[in-house]
C-alpha cells in the first residue's frame, strides 16, 4: 500500500463501505413480504452464517452509531432472548436448517450484557433450530466491551464453541476515554487478553478508532504501542464520522475537539505504518491482519469475501440473522427486521417474521455485486469469471465504468491486466486506500442523496 496525499485530496470522497450490494438504502419498506419468505424457503446446499444482534448496552459510548438501547435493566435481556428462540423456531420452519453453520457472530450493542444464564439458554435455543458444529473448523465469534465481562462468563463462551472475538478499544488514551464515556483502562484489557488466550480463544481483534475528539497523532502512537504489545490477531480501524443530525449522542462531542481533516489524515498514515512496521498486513478498507492470519492467507488464496461482518473468509454461506435490525442475505435476497424494539416484538410475538424491509436482486445487482466484492477484497478483478458466469462481454457492459476509470488510471491507481487484450483490472499499491472510490464506479445506485462516510 502506497500513501500519494495528492490521490487522497482527489478522491477522498464519501461512500459507501460495500459490506453489501445493493446498499442498505436500496432495501424497500414497500415490498411483498410472501415473495421474500418464498425466496428464503428456496433449496440451497450452502452452509449457514448466523448473526444475533444483542441491542443492549450498561453505559453510553458517544460516538457510537449503532442500533442500541442503553439502560442498566439487565433483566431485559431475558425477555429478547426468549423473542430471539421464537423467532428462530419461525424461521427453522421455513428452511432447511440442518445445514452446517459455519459462520456465527453476536454483535451490538454490547452481546457480552447477557447473563450466564442468557448465554446458556441462547446457544440452547440454537442448538434446537440449527445445525452448529464444534470441530474446530467453526469461525464463532462475538463482540466483547471489555468493562462488561469477567472469565467465568468468557470460558463459559469458549464452552459454547465461541473461538473468535472481538475487543472494543478505541483508545487508551484517557482523556479521549472521557470524552466519548468509555472509560476502560490498560490494565483491563490486558487481563482479559491473557485470560482469553489462556481459555482457548484463537482469535482475538481489536477495534480502534481515529478522529475521535482530542486525539492527536503523538497521542495515538502510544495506544498502538499498547495495542502492539498485546499483539491481537487482527486490527480494525475505523474512521468516525462526526454526524450528530443522525446519532443524537454525538451531539455530546464538542466539534471543536475532534481533530480537522488533515490531522485525522495523519493518524491515518501514521497508524498504518505503525502496523505494517510491526508486522501485520494490510488487508483493505480498515483492516489489518498478522501474516498467519486466516484473513491475511484467505487474500492470498483469492478467497477473501466480505459481508456485513465485515471481510471474512466464509463466502459460500447463507447469512440470517436475528434480533432487532438484523439484516439477512440468502443467495442475493435482503432481509432487514424492525429497527425499534417494540416493533419486532410485535411481530415476533405475532408469530410472524420481523421483516421491516428488503430487497431482491436482479441479475445486473448480481453481476455488480460479484465486481465489486472481488475489487475490494480481492483489489483485482479478472472480466472472464464475469463473462463466463453471466454470458456478458464484460467490456460492452461496461463500456461506461471503464470509461469512468480512465482518470484512476492515469493516476496511478489501478491497471489493466494484459498487454493486446485487457482481461482484467489490478489495484495497484496507490488505489488500495481509495478502493471504495473504485468500487463506486460500479454502483449505480449513488445519486449523491445519502450521507455515507469518507473513503478514508
Not at 408469530?351 to 436482486?361: F, K, V
Amino acid at each position: 500500500m502506497i500513501w500519494d496525499d495528492a490521490l487522497i485530496a482527489k478522491y477522498d470522497l464519501s461512500g459507501p463501505r460495500y459490506t453489501s450490494y445493493p446498499t442498505a438504502p436500496q432495501f424497500d419498506s414497500s415490498i411483498n413480504k410472501i415473495a421474500l419468505i418464498d425466496r428464503m424457503m428456496a433449496p440451497s446446499d450452502l452452509p449457514l452464517s448466523l448473526y444475533f444482534h444483542i441491542p443492549f448496552c450498561a453505559n453510553l459510548c458517544y460516538y457510537c452509531a449503532c442500533n442500541k438501547i442503553v439502560t442498566k435493566q439487565y433483566h431485559k435481556a431475558t425477555d429478547y432472548v426468549e423473542l430471539l428462540g421464537e423467532e428462530m423456531r419461525l424461521r427453522s420452519l421455513m428452511m432447511d436448517n440442518q445445514r452446517q453453520v459455519t459462520q456465527l457472530h453476536f454483535g451490538g450493542g454490547t452481546p457480552t450484557f447477557l447473563s450466564q444464564e442468557n448465554i446458556k439458554t441462547l446457544f440452547d435455543y440454537i442448538r434446537q433450530h440449527f445445525n452448529l458444529i464444534n470441530d474446530g473448523s467453526q469461525d464463532y465469534s462475538i463482540e466483547i466491551d471489555p468493562r462488561e465481562i469477567d472469565r467465568e462468563k468468557l470460558a463459559l463462551l469458549v464452552t459454547m464453541g465461541i473461538n473468535r472475538i472481538s475487543l472494543g478499544i478505541q483508545d487508551f488514551d484517557a482523556k479521549v476515554q472521557q470524552s466519548i464515556h468509555r472509560i476502560q483502562s490498560i490494565d483491563l484489557v490486558t487481563n482479559l487478553v491473557k485470560e482469553a488466550r489462556e481459555l482457548g480463544i484463537q482469535s482475538i481483534n481489536f477495534d480502534l478508532i481515529y478522529g475521535l475528539p482530542f486525539q492527536s497523532e503523538t497521542a495515538f502512537r502510544k495506544t498502538l504501542d499498547e495495542v502492539i504489545k498485546l499483539s491481537p490477531e487482527r486490527i480494525s480501524l475505523f474512521n468516525y464520522a462526526h454526524l450528530p443530525e443522525r446519532f443524537r449522542s454525538q451531539k455530546r462531542i464538542p466539534e471543536e475537539s475532534l481533530p480537522i481533516a488533515s490531522e485525522k489524515l495523519s493518524i491515518l498514515k501514521m497508524s498504518i505504518q505503525y502496523l505494517v512496521d510491526a508486522g501485520y498486513e494490510y488487508i483493505g478498507m480498515d483492516h489489518f491482519a498478522k501474516p498467519e492470519d486466516s484473513l491475511a492467507l484467505a487474500q492470498k488464496t483469492g478467497h477473501l469475501h466480505r459481508n456485513f461482518q465485515g471481510y471474512t473468509t466464509h463466502a459460500d454461506t447463507d447469512l440470517v440473522a436475528f434480533g432487532v435490525s438484523g439484516i439477512s442475505n440468502l443467495h442475493g435476497v435482503y432481509m432487514q427486521n424492525h429497527v425499534d424494539l417494540t416493533d419486532y416484538k410485535g411481530s415476533i410475538e405475532k408469530g410472524q417474521l420481523a421483516i421491516a424491509r428488503g430487497y431482491i436482486s436482479h441479475t445486473d445487482d448480481k453481476i455488480r455485486h460479484d465486481v465489486i466484492m472481488s475489487l475490494i477484497s480481492q483489489f483485482s478483478l479478472h472480466f472472464d469469471k464475469i463473462e463466463n458466469q453471466y454470458n456478458i462481454r464484460f467490456s460492452e457492459y461496461f463500456e461506461n465504468e471503464l470509461e469512468k476509470l480512465q482518470p484512476m488510471l492515469n493516476d496511478g491507481m489501478l491497471e489493466f491486466i494484459g498487454s493486446q487484450k485487457k482481461t482484467g483490472i489490478q489495484v495497484t499499491g496507490r488505489g488500495r486506500l481509495l478502493i471504495r472510490g473504485i468500487c463506486m464506479v460500479f454502483d449505480k445506485y449513488l445519486n449523491g442523496t445519502i450521507k455515507y462516510s469518507k473513503v478514508i
